[in-house]
Nanobody, 129 residues
Framework: EVQLVQSGGGLVQPGGSLRLSCAASGFTLDDDLIGWFRQAPGKAREGITCINGKDGRTRYVDSVKGRFTVSRDNFQNTVYLQMNSLQPEDTAVYYC??????????????????????WGQGTQVTVAS
């Protein structure tokens, strides 16, 4: 069974850090595109970063650039999202997603949720004092 299982998340104070994990089962990530999305209350789901499972190339939206880092461990078949300097506006449910046998296009298409075939269950990140 193809599955993405997320872990991590929780409550953190402004300026704090969290790391999210996204573990794949039923397939390997080494030829796939893995994206991270988030959805804040009352807002649309937005793509924030993606990573090419084959060569590790990454892309970030401006709102998280320099604060968030996406990485992958192909031996563990897991992708990570390290989030530093978190702010209240980062509060959202975070999702990982995979498009099989794909790559970064460096266009708005990278942030199209419809392009991604498999999704994690989502994990809540709350930034508050």
């Amino acid at each position: 069974e193809v599955q993405l299982v997320q872990s991590g998340g929780g409550l953190v104070q402004p300026g704090g850090s969290l790391r999210l994990s996204c573990a794949a089962s039923g397939f390997t990530l080494d030829d796939d595109l893995i994206g991270w999305f988030r959805q804040a209350p009352g807002k649309a789901r937005e793509g924030i970063t993606c990573i090419n499972g084959k060569d590790g190339r990454t892309r970030y939206v401006d709102s998280v650039k320099g604060r968030f880092t996406v990485s992958r461990d192909n031996f563990q078949n897991t992708v990570y999202l390290q989030m530093n300097s978190l702010q209240p506006e980062d509060t959202a449910v975070y999702y990982c997603a995979v498009e099989r046998s794909s790559e970064i296009y460096y266009s708005d298409y990278d942030w199209e949720a419809e392009r991604y075939e498999y999704w994690g269950q989502g994990t809540q990140v709350t930034v508050a004092s």
